[in-house]
């Protein structure tokens, strides 16, 4: 056993120190081994060590995800470190794991003794951010304190001028009206023995800032808030408790206007010092308050400044080479006081000039008043801006080295990586994960620059499988699908957008609301969380039984008041849900695809009478929709790319036959398109599987290098550096495409690196948490190829190479997981356990469709 030791180790899908919101948290590791080892763990022990004291458990089995907790149940605010090994029928042991700090988080409403206070005559709609106060003695040394804190705004919280923890815009944006998360701090460092100040800033935020392209700021309240529960153990013995009540204060600060569409703006503040108020008690249920899944919002990266250009105006723009999701940094020296400083932020240059349409309402700037200071450091708080460029004003003679990017994003993991031997198919993977690395703010958003930044459903729909594979979005993603539940309307209809800022005026839209069953389901595929499954199982059912609802007897829904195919290539740039593809096809392939999620939730949740049920309405609604739309030839209404994408690849088609119509006519469009693609946002992620699955893999490849728009390479031939809304967003002169509707950092179509993954790499669950998984690469046109994961189960490596002297495929199995190996060219599986295993034909392997 001393070549395997412990890997990760986790608590639920929280970081170590994160706070966990159950008493009985579930724990998870992976094992490394070295290349040969045959090892067969067969049982694990369990260390929780807290201050009064250490236990151990055994626990029987190999599994490692999310093993229940093993321990009597704990209470809120307990804490402790849990440690694991591993052992096998010979009795050897792994060493410990890294000791992994577990905190609980306050699990009844009554744990809150704090209120929310909001100030008195300060922080109105359209005044500055202000600040919550209170001064504190305390008798002695702290051995240990804690803080537990929200908001109804975002927060920054700081302890004697020093800021707590490293999360920005905390909590985040939940659907506020039923769930609103709290943070928790240890603060025994910040704390000392005497006088110590306590300054909560609140900002607008998505509470009370600026939301949608309407600009609106009606959503959820017009006070904001703040919740400071501080708890504390002095050296003496002394223990107390400190919260927020009509006892603080309230004051103003240098932060004179902040929103997250708009910028921020800061000012000194004036000779008298900041203007003072009371403050008053906010109502508010506790019972709403529930700590975060997974990690919070933090600066993941830091650009610099590579080059700076004058525009032909004459203003002075820094370009980061990178199109990102952040704030800038900005050193100034020697500038007078009350020099105007501004920070004007765009995706990309329009004429030489900041393209600013793309924006819509959002004026994206922050702006500031110098203090005099011999250096200053400009840089917001309390808002963020999607931008490649920023154009500075006031900063003569201005260094790039003085300026630099602060990459903002939910702080996940990163868990999937892909290489081959096209650089530019390199650089569509590179975009797409700089495009979800932007847009996973807290939520998953559609873009980050303009006045949207919303959850809209369909976008993560698509995008979820590619999502999971390249980052640990177990808890950011769960966490976002109980906002989800909570926002569903009574009649099981989903929201298009989530949180919703539209409350009660969605109709169902097929392929938006169809996140309530894919997400979950793609989720458990790649993390095996069945309690997630559980806990979303109502919602993904309320959804099915609600479209099932609005289908004829035939099980065919002929709906109306859809988005369909959103941003079909060949729709009319002011009316980008005018696709080629029929609503009633595509919503009836989407009731058949949910039906059948449902049916598989429930075989995994052991619920067999469901199973069977939702098993037999996907089969009615298949019946219908091949009598209804499907001709003996395998011709699908609408006759387009996504209508035969989405029904070869949903399963739609069981007869032969038309299965092979479907293909050859789905060929023939492609081959009159010269392979550009003409789907939107529910075609694209199928279309390179539906032309494999029909025996066209030479056609998927054409279509997956194109260069011409629309095309997934024109961008990066154009220069981007993440995904685009559009495919031409930049026309091919230059231009910025004339839709008022373009974002260059919009993840949907990046929905293709689930193909690169999945059939380049040849990579895919076969059970939930890759515990068996297939490896069964398609080659194309290419020599080599590589896929990593850091799954569940531990470390999977893919990599192969072809050549004039043949073929080569070495796969690297974690201890405890089985892979199924088909090998191009060869008719049988291969079935291998842990170890590397490499696989040679003597000569090359010739791609399907090329024959």
């Known amino acids: 056993m001393t070549a395997l030791r412990v890997g990760a180790l986790a608590v639920e899908q929280g970081e170590s120190g994160a706070v966990v919101g159950t008493d009985r948290p579930r724990l998870s590791w992976t094992l490394i081994g070295g290349e040969g080892d045959r090892i067969v763990p067969i049982h694990a022990e369990v260390e929780w060590a807290t201050a009064v004291g250490v236990e151990t458990r055994l626990l029987d089995g190999a599994s490692a995800i999310l093993r229940p907790w093993p ?96 999360d920005e815009l905390a909590p985040g944006w939940t659907a506020y009206e039923q769930r609103l998360r709290y943070q928790s701090y240890d603060v025994r460092p910040h704390l000392r023995a005497g006088a110590n100040r306590i300054e909560m800033t609140l900002g607008n935020g998505w509470y009370r800032g600026n939301l949608t392209w309407e600009m609106d700021r009606s959503n959820y309240g017009d006070r904001l808030a703040g919740l400071v ?136 700037t922050c702006s500031y008043l110098t203090s005099g200071a011999a250096e200053e450091v400009l840089v917001p708080s309390l808002t963020f801006s999607g931008f490649r460029y920023a154009q500075i004003d006031g900063v003569p003679d201005l260094d790039p080295a003085d300026v630099s990017a ?14 081959c031997s096209d ?20 939520v998953p958003t559609d ?70 069953t894919i997400v979950p389901l793609s989720l458990h595929d790649a993390f095996a969380d069945d309690g997630m499954l559980a806990r979303q199982y109502a919602s993904m059912t309320r959804w099915v039984d609600r479209i099932a609802g609005l289908a004829d007897d035939r099980g065919v829904w002929f709906a109306t008041g859809q988005i369909g195919d959103w941003l079909d290539p060949d729709a009319p740039a002011e009316d980008p849900a005018a696709a080629k593809a029929d609503p009633a096809v595509v919503a009836t392939a989407y009731l058949f695809r949910s039906a059948q999620n449902v049916a598989e939730a429930a075989r995994r949740l052991c619920r067999a009478d469901d199973a069977e049920a939702y098993a037999r309405l996907a089969a009615r609604v298949a019946d219908g929709f091949n009598a209804e739309f499907v001709d003996a030839e395998g011709r699908i209404r609408s ?22 119509g479907a293909g050859r006519r789905l060929a023939e469009l492609v081959e009159a398109a010269d392979a550009t693609v003409s789907t939107g946002f529910l075609g694209t992620p199928h279309i390179l599987d539906a032309l494999h699955l029909t025996g066209r893999t030479d056609l998927a490849f054409r279509m997956l290098t194109q260069t011409s728009s629309p095309s997934w390479l024109y961008a990066v031939e154009m220069g981007a550096t993440t995904m685009w809304e559009r495919w031409d967003a930049l026309l091919p002169d230059g231009r910025v495409h004339p839709g008022s ?26 059970e939930p948490g890759y515990r068996r998984f297939a490896v069964e ?75």
């Not at 903002?408 to 290489?419: A, P």
């Open 447 to 516: 873009c980050p620059q303009r006045a949207e930044r919303l959850g809209w459903t369909g976008d993560i729909q698509v995008f979820a499988p590619t999502a999971n594979f390249l980052f640990d979005t177990s808890g950011f993603l769960s966490g976002w699908l109980e906002d989800l539940a909570a926002e569903q309307l009574d009649d099981g209809s989903v929201p298009w957008i989530v949180p919703n800022v539209y409350p009660g005026e969605w109709s169902p839209a097929a392929g938006w609301g169809d996140a309530a």
């Open 229 to 364: 529960q501080l708890e504390a153990a002095l050296d003496d013995g002394t223990e107390l408790q400190i919260g927020t009540d009509e006892s603080w204060g309230a004051e103003t600060c240098e932060i004179v206007a902040d929103d997250l569409y708009n910028g921020e703006s800061r000012a000194p503040l004036a000779a008298g010092g900041p203007v003072r108020s009371g403050v008053e008690v906010v109502d508010f249920d506790a019972a709403r308050l529930v700590p975060r899944r997974g990690p919070a919002v933090r600066v993941t990266d830091t650009l610099p400044g590579l080059q700076k250009l004058v525009t032909p105006s004459g203003r002075t723009v820094v370009d980061f080479g990178q199109n990102l999701v952040g704030r800038v940094r900005l050193t100034v020296r020697g500038l007078p006081a009350g020099t105007e400083v501004t920070v004007k932020h765009a995706e990309v240059l329009a004429g030489g000039e900041l393209a600013l349409r793309p924006l819509g309402h959002a004026k994206a």
């Open 741 to 766: 509707m373009t974002s260059f950092n919009h993840y949907a179509y990046g929905a293709v690196a689930d193909f690169l993954h999945r059939r380049v790499g040849g990579l895919r669950p076969l």
């Open 639 to 660: 006759d387009c790319q996504t209508v035969y994408a989405i029904g070869i690849t949903f399963g739609l088609l069981s007869d032969p036959e038309r299965l092979t």
């Open 777 to 851: 690469p398609i080659l194309g046109d290419l020599s080599s190829a590589t896929v990593v994961l850091d799954s569940v189960s531990g470390r999977i490596e893919v990599r192969w190479e072809q050549g004039s002297d043949g073929f080569e495929l070495e796969v690297v199995v974690p201890p405890t997981a089985v892979a199924v190996v088909r090998v191009p060219g060869e008719d049988a599986p291969i079935e291998c356990g842990a170890g590397v295993h490499r696989f040679r034909r003597a000569v090359a392997v010739i791609p399907a469709g090329d024959a």
């Open 71 to 166: 321990f009597e149940s704990l209470r809120s605010r307990d804490a402790g470190a849990v440690r694991v090994r591993v052992g096998d029928a010979e009795g050897q042991w792994t060493q410990w794991s890294e000791p992994f700090a577990v905190v609980v988080g306050l699990l009844e409403a009554s744990d809150w003794t704090a209120s929310f206070i909001s100030p008195q005559g300060l922080g109105g709609m359209d005044a500055g951010a202000p600040v919550l106060t209170k001064d504190v003695v305390l008798g002695a040394p702290v051995r240990e304190a804690r803080v537990w804190i929200t908001a109804l705004g975002i927060y920054v919280l700081r302890i004697n001028g020093i800021r707590v923890g490293t």
């Open 423 to 442: 650089t530019r198919l390199e650089q569509l993977h590179r975009n797409i994960v700089w495009g979800a690395r932007g847009n996973f703010l807290d």
């Open 406 to 419: 602060e990459v903002l994003g939910t702080d996940l993991v990163r868990t999937g990586w892909f290489e």
